[in-house]
């Protein structure tokens, strides 16, 4: 079956501490990826979505980056985080329609 | 940016009556998918309605689509206090890859 895989699940960083945070799916393969941002009570911000291994697209400039090293893993980091990157981070996958499967999410704080 | 943006914002019932949620989006689309978060938890995909599509259901779910109105309505009848939750709609880009969420309802069903 497929699942996905996000972690940590909390975390708690001072300003100016890099970031990452790590999604994997299972029982899929070239799956499109994508991270999303959630501020408390509000809706999703798309940030990244990638299509394929090393091709990343950016929605949001900001001093967060994506990677994709493999097929099923996506990785979102920041060299320096801000008061402003708190928030509910989900990783999403989609296979061959639009129907997106959500991870367990990470809630980071900032402080 | 936000595409879907869905009313009301927050809706309290009681148990057993039908809750109403609507939505509204900008550009055209091809389909509108409607989700469901627990609080602090990942989206749960719930429906998809395609763009020729009017009225779709899935048990106690009904949505409507009208694409003249660039509007969609999600109903759940018979309401229980396990479906307080946030029902967000979600909206596709012309090129399919992605998936831009509303701010989504907050419903709270009293038992």
């Known amino acids: 079956s497929q699942t996905i895989h996000q972690w940590p699940a909390t975390l708690v960083q001072p300003v100016g501490s890099p970031l990452s945070l790590e999604c994997t799916v299972e029982?899929?393969?070239?799956?499109?990826l994508y991270w999303y941002r959630q501020a408390a009570g509000r809706g999703l911000q798309l940030l990244f979505y990638?299509?394929?291994?090393?091709?990343i697209s950016s929605e949001v400039p900001q001093n967060l980056s994506a990677s994709r090293p493999q097929d099923r893993q996506f990785i979102l980091s920041s060299k320096k985080l801000l008061l402003s990157d708190s928030g509910f981070y989900l990783c999403a996958w989609s296979a061959l329609g639009p129907h997106l499967l959500f991870g367990p999410g990470t809630r980071l704080t900032v402080l | 940016s936000q595409q879907g943006e869905e009313d009301p914002q927050a809706l309290s019932i009681q148990e057993g009556e039908n809750a109403t949620m609507n939505c509204s989006y900008k550009?055209?689309?091809?389909?509108l998918q409607w989700y469901r978060q627990n609080s602090g938890r990942g989206l749960v995909h719930l429906i998809l309605i395609r763009s020729n599509e009017r009225e779709k259901h899935s048990g106690r779910l009904r949505v409507t689509l009208d694409t003249s109105k660039k509007s969609s309505s999600l109903l759940i009848t018979a309401s229980r206090a396990a479906d307080t939750a946030s029902y967000f709609c979600?909206?596709?880009?012309?090129?399919?890859?992605?998936?831009?969420f509303g701010a989504g309802t907050r419903l709270f069903v009293k038992a």
């Open positions: 979600a909206t596709d880009d012309t090129g399919g890859f992605k998936t831009i």
């Open positions: 550009t055209s689309i091809n389909n």
């Open positions: 029982g899929t393969s070239n799956p499109n």
């Open positions: 990638s299509v394929g291994i090393g091709q």
